[in-house]
């Protein structure tokens, strides 16, 4: 096929969270949303892909010092950056393009000392626009493109190990009809219904306490947020793990999310012996899962790493989230001893499907420890970035998923009605309106059901009508 990308355009708006999210050292309550839109000629007829992101603070970049106004502005020029890139390319495949966007941003990135993270979520809202705009050129879904690779897809580029095998050597023959929420348990939020002040309290039809969002959705799988002081996360853990215990009796599974709370892998064992310790908390840390990205990224890839966790066999499954910022991360991750790594749409699709090609690969040749990919959550609202997301989840075959936009957010109740209405109308599985007031997530049993996200092009089976939001110049 031939391929050129024609044009470009930026929109943005901006969205309150219903309750403050806290996440390592950012607390979040106003964020805005950004959609990148491409326009993509494939054999001569032109489509159009659309993507979007929240631009998260303190979390591309982690500097206290750093005013998130700064941050913002540092988003959108990594955004730019790469969609200037983009206008005009031309190539034989949606990989090939991407490969060289990507190559385009990290010598920029390099020369102007920008974060491989924070540079590459440019480069990612520009290929995921890319593969919505070639899947529905296709007619064909996500999953189908990828597991045929007619997204040309050359795994070695990314994996040398992985040689020239396709992804469908690797990944599941069907995507997953459904996963498993593993709901935030962020750091500031009420455990049970009886601890939220009166003032403080939400009148939006949605749960608001774990307790509540525990029975309202079912949920068997947490993901919890630690602060790095081991007498207050003992005594909150001590909490949660009372709530687990009454409300959740079988089936419980949950991470820790250590938001790189500390500076060394040393560090991190000296906590983790001390809160193995607490007897009380014996049975709660047999259902643990994995944890996540513990130590800061500045330390994390360090030698100094490698040798903590080689004298440390019993450590617990650890993986690298912030620490995944260029596609050479994982193999050095692995090397020094972790167990994998995170996948968010935001750090790259084909890089994450890459990254589960080898994860695979390395199990299938007899890995002496457990490799995992988990899905983790950036915030991300539907329709567009959540959609996106589980459509690449699913494909992957990531059973477990963080979802936490849902409960941060009151569903889609901050875009327009018509967006609204096609929401329901073209994905009655996935959404549901609360108490009659407005479409919101369905999580029933603690899944997400992906029936019209797995048959749509790319997730969303509408598209989304930008000009309600502002264009950014």
Aim: include cysteine; charge should be negative.
């Amino acid at each position: 096929m031939q391929l050129r990308i024609t044009g470009s355009a930026l929109h943005m708006l901006h969205l309150r969270t219903r309750m403050p999210f806290r996440y390592g050292i950012a607390r979040m309550t106003d964020v805005p949303q950004v959609y990148v839109r491409v326009w993509l000629d494939v054999d001569g007829a032109e489509w159009y892909g659309t993507a979007s992101d929240l631009l998260a603070p303190k979390w591309f970049t982690k500097d206290p010092a750093k005013a998130v106004e700064t941050e913002i502005d540092e988003m959108l020029q990594v955004i730019k950056i790469a969609m200037q890139f983009a206008n005009g390319l031309s190539g034989d495949s949606v990989f090939e393009l991407w490969q060289r966007i990507y190559t385009a941003q990290a010598s920029v990135a390099t020369s102007r000392s920008i974060p491989p993270l924070l540079a590459h979520f440019g480069t990612s809202l520009v290929e995921r626009a890319l593969i919505e705009a070639f899947c529905r050129s296709q007619g064909r879904p996500f999953w189908q493109l990828l597991r045929q690779n007619l997204f040309g897809v050359k795994l070695d580029q990314i994996h040398a190990e992985l040689g020239d095998r396709a992804p469908s050597h690797f990944l599941p023959d069907t995507p997953l009809d459904s996963v498993t929420v593993r709901q935030t348990v962020g750091l500031a939020d009420p455990l049970t219904d009886e601890e939220i002040a009166k003032g403080d309290c939400i009148e939006d039809g949605l749960p608001q306490s774990l307790a509540a969002s525990i029975q309202s959705y079912g949920l068997r799988h947490l993901k919890i947020k630690v602060a790095g002081n081991l007498a207050e996360d003992t005594e909150r853990l001590g909490r949660i793990a009372a709530i687990v215990k009454e409300a959740i009796p079988t089936g419980f599974g949950f991470s820790l999310d250590g938001n790189e709370q500390f500076q060394s892998a040393n560090e991190f064992r000296v906590y983790w012996e001390a809160l193995q310790a607490e007897s009380g908390l014996t049975d709660f840390m047999r259902r643990l899962l994995f944890v996540e990205q513990p130590v800061h990224r500045g330390h994390a890839l360090a030698k100094e790493a490698g040798q903590v966790f080689s004298d440390w066999p019993r450590r617990p499954p650890i993986i690298i989230d912030e620490s995944d910022g260029a596609i050479e991360d994982l193999e050095t991750a692995l090397a020094l001893g972790y167990s994998g790594v995170s996948h968010k749409n935001c750090k790259g699709v084909f890089k994450g499907v890459a990254h589960r090609c080898l994860l695979t690969q390395r199990t299938r040749a007899g890995s002496t420890r457990v490799l995992l990919m988990s899905g983790e959550d950036l915030c991300t609202v539907g329709p567009v970035s959540l959609q996106q997301e589980l459509a690449v989840l699913g494909a992957l075959g990531v059973q477990s998923v963080e979802r936490n936009g849902h409960h941060y957010h009151a569903g889609l109740s901050q875009f327009p009605a018509p967006l609204q209405d096609m929401a329901l109308k073209h994905h009655p599985d996935l959404y549901g309106g609360p108490r009659g007031r407005w479409p919101a997530v369905r999580i029933s049993r603690g899944d997400l059901q992906l029936g019209t996200v797995n048959r749509a092009p790319f997730g969303l089976d509408f598209t989304v009508d930008l000009d309600p939001f502002p264009k950014v110049p």
